[in-house]
Structures are given as structure tokens and as C-alpha cells.
């Protein structure tokens, strides 16, 4: 037989000290801040806890992701064309491989600018200029001629050899 339990209020003191002991303050990670504070503490001309290239390496990496996705239209495009004419798998590898560099080398330019070997604004900057580069470029080339461009070359070229390994299993 099932009973309802109610009440109005419920006061239980529970010693905290042992979890305080394991709660740290914010911050202590590049990871943990936000947008406004890596820019504050990147800049800011007093001492700050984390080295400030790695304050300026996360800014800026952050920076790059966010503006790369208004240019990513600009890519999608050309490889939307591309697939009408040699199927979509060419297609979607150019875009994943650029992707995945794009993304993989601005993990590596982190890790470069952390072990101090080089500033945060080249290693960031390098990549997220070629991608971007790479973006804008092939969008353009695709307005002048959308039946020839850089993508659409390259994706032919590995859609004839997708045939080609496809015929060799067979």
C-alpha cells in the first residue's frame, strides 16, 4: 500500500568541504574562457595565469572557425556543381579532405604556438588564409566557367578513379 509523501520545506546540512576541495576557479585552462575574456587577457598588457600567446592561439583559433563558416557556401557550390557532372562521392571527399585539413592544421599551428616555436598570429593565421584563400578561389573560378574549375578537375580525376578500383574488384 502506497503512501504520498508531502511537506513544505526540506533543510538538510551537508558538510561541503571535502567536494570544495575538488571545485577549482575558472579559468585555469585556455579552453575554459570565453571569447571576451581570451580577448581581455590575450591583450591585456599586465601578467595573466596562462602565457599569452596561448590566451591569443585559442582567440584566434576560435576566430578562424567562426569566420569559416560564412565561407563555406562559397565551397559547397562548386562541389554541388561538381557532383551533377561525376557523382557526389568525388564531391563530398574534396570537401571532407578540405575540412579536415583546414581543422587538423589549426590544431597543429595550437600546439606549435603552445610550445612557444612559433607566434599566434602565423600559426593561426597560415591556414585559416589558405583555406580561405582556397574557398574564395575556387567559388571564383567556378562563377567564370562552372563546367571547369579547380574542384571539378580534381573531382573527375578521382571519380575516374573510383571506376578504376571498382572495376578492379569486380
Do not use: W
Request: some cysteine.
Amino acid at each position: 500500500h502506497a503512501q504520498l509523501l508531502t511537506f513544505a520545506f526540506l533543510s538538510v546540512r551537508i558538510p561541503l568541504v571535502p567536494a570544495a576541495k575538488l571545485l577549482r576557479a575558472r579559468g585555469g585552462q585556455e579552453t575554459e574562457l570565453t571569447l571576451a575574456e581570451l580577448a581581455d587577457q590575450g591583450y591585456r598588457q599586465t601578467e595573466t595565469m596562462l602565457p599569452r600567446q596561448v590566451l591569443l592561439g585559442e582567440l584566434y583559433a576560435r576566430l578562424a572557425k567562426a569566420l569559416a563558416l560564412p565561407l563555406m557556401p562559397l565551397l559547397a557550390v562548386p562541389l554541388a556543381l561538381s557532383a551533377k557532372r561525376s557523382g557526389s562521392t568525388p564531391a563530398i571527399i574534396v570537401a571532407a579532405v578540405l575540412l579536415f585539413a583546414f581543422q587538423t592544421s589549426l590544431i597543429f599551428a595550437q600546439g606549435k604556438v603552445y610550445a612557444g616555436s612559433v607566434s599566434a598570429a602565423v600559426g593561426e593565421g597560415i591556414p585559416s588564409a589558405l583555406f580561405f584563400a582556397a574557398c574564395i578561389a575556387t567559388f571564383l573560378t567556378s562563377r567564370r566557367r562552372p563546367g571547369d574549375n579547380i574542384v571539378n578537375k580534381l573531382t573527375e580525376q578521382m571519380a575516374v578513379g573510383l571506376e578504376t578500383l571498382r572495376g578492379v574488384k569486380r
